[in-house]
């Protein structure tokens, strides 16, 4: 894996968790308007649909670097409309990245011809 990709991933699995933490709130404040004084749906709104939008390009850009198949890029995208589907996304491209080095390391050190 080339280091773009490497950063690619890296900042897809980065966004993920704020993302998911944000439309966690956003529900949470969807429910107070509705049951209390409480209004912070606007002003949540906003930066959960700014988060949204960074998650959705640094998925494109890993999808395009890393050539996922499209199952494995539609998970991705899946999880990041899901509440909390960020959490999972964000500890399966760690999990990614991690084999990633390890199989970089045999392959330098001559280990794995691949």
């Known amino acids: 894996m080339d280091l773009k990709t490497a950063a690619a991933l890296r900042r897809l699995r980065l966004i993920s968790v704020p993302e998911a933490v944000s439309f966690l709130i956003l529900l949470l404040c969807s429910v107070l308007k509705r049951t209390t004084e409480f209004d912070a749906v606007r002003p949540m709104g906003m930066i959960h649909g700014a988060l949204f939008i960074l998650y959705v390009i ?54 794995v011809n691949a």
Do not use: H, Q
Not at 59 to 87: E, H, Q
Not at 93 to 101: D, G, M
């Open 58 to 111: 640094f998925w494109a850009d890993a999808w395009n670097r890393t050539k996922w198949p499209k199952k494995t890029a539609a998970l991705y995208f899946v999880l990041s409309v899901l509440p909390a589907g960020g959490f999972f996304a964000e500890r399966k491209l760690k999990r990614e990245a991690e084999n990633a080095v390890i199989a970089s390391r045999a392959r330098n050190e001559g280990i």
